[in-house]
């Protein structure tokens, strides 16, 4: 059973930074594509980045392009969201999500099997 866990969420003001973690445990990393999604309240699950099992392929929604970047330690089995000149907009829970290859590097919800219980980004203006 694969079990991702959220960490990294919190407070920062407008124009500050934040580095989300992903930890995969229950299955070898390498065998994951893996994706960042964002909801806010009242709002639809967000596709903000994702990336394939090498690395070698890598997304960013156009909200984030140029603030966010996704990364991965395979030999961590952690996934990485580094969010830079975060805004007000950006404030929302955060889900890492998983999916066994084959996969596709997509920033759409149904692509995705495996969820995180998400952590909390909070930004104040």
């Known amino acids: 059973q694969v079990h991702l866990v959220e960490s990294g969420g919190g407070s920062v003001q407008d124009g500050g930074s934040l580095r989300l973690s992903c930890r995969l445990s229950?299955?070898?990393?390498?065998?994951?594509?893996m994706g960042w999604f964002r909801q806010a309240p009242g709002k639809e699950r967000e596709g903000v980045a994702a990336?394939?099992?090498?690395?070698?392929?890598?997304r960013h929604g156009d909200s984030v392009k140029g603030r966010f970047t996704i990364s991965q330690d395979s030999a961590k089995n952690t996934l990485y969201l580094q969010m830079n000149s975060l805004k007000p907009g950006d404030s929302a829970m955060y889900y890492c999500a998983a999916e066994r290859t084959p996969c596709a590097v997509t920033m759409m919800p149904t692509g995705y099997k495996q969820w995180g219980q998400g952590t909390q980004v909070t930004v104040s203006s």
């Open positions: 990336i394939n099992p090498s690395g070698t392929n890598a």
């Open positions: 229950g299955d070898s990393y390498g065998n994951y594509c």
